[in-house]
Nanobody, 121 residues
Framework: QVQLVESGGGLVQAGGSLRLSCATS????????MGWFRQAPGKEREFVAAISWNGGLTAYADSVKGRFTISRDNAKNTVYLQMNSLKPEDTAVYYCNFVSPLNYRPAKDSWGQGTQVTVSS
């Protein structure tokens, strides 16, 4: 029933920008804190950013703070991740998910296919 579809990934040179989108369905989007995660080759999935139900509070991993911006449009049931000043180490598959408003722990059974981001140098 719950579906998350990520898009907007691609190949970009170091220093460039991308905007990722996550379209949701099957759940009351506006009632939930949302998060972005990523998984690089050979590494575990890690937290990237989160945003509260009304967009008033945001949180970022130290590795992306100051470069990435998370936002949401509840009217469109969509969450975004604006990525600027991209680095090769940002290369990963990016996923969105519903998360706990307390510790940003993701929902276990709601993962989508993700979108590939590749940063060249």
């Amino acid at each position: 029933q719950v579906q998350l579809v990520e898009s907007g990934g691609g190949l970009v040179q170091a220093g460039g920008s991308l905007r990722l989108s996550c379209a949701t369905s099957g759940r009351t989007f506006s009632s939930y804190t949302m998060g972005w995660f990523r998984q690089a080759p050979g590494k575990e999935r890690e937290f990237v950013a989160a945003i509260s139900w009304n967009g008033g509070l945001t949180a970022y991993a130290d590795s992306v703070k100051g470069r990435f911006t998370i936002s949401r449009d509840n009217a469109k049931n969509t969450v975004y991740l604006q990525m600027n000043s991209l680095k090769p180490e940002d290369t990963a598959v990016y996923y969105c998910n519903f998360v706990s408003p307390l510790n940003y722990r993701p929902a276990k059974d709601s993962w989508g296919q993700g979108t590939q981001v590749t940063v060249s140098s």
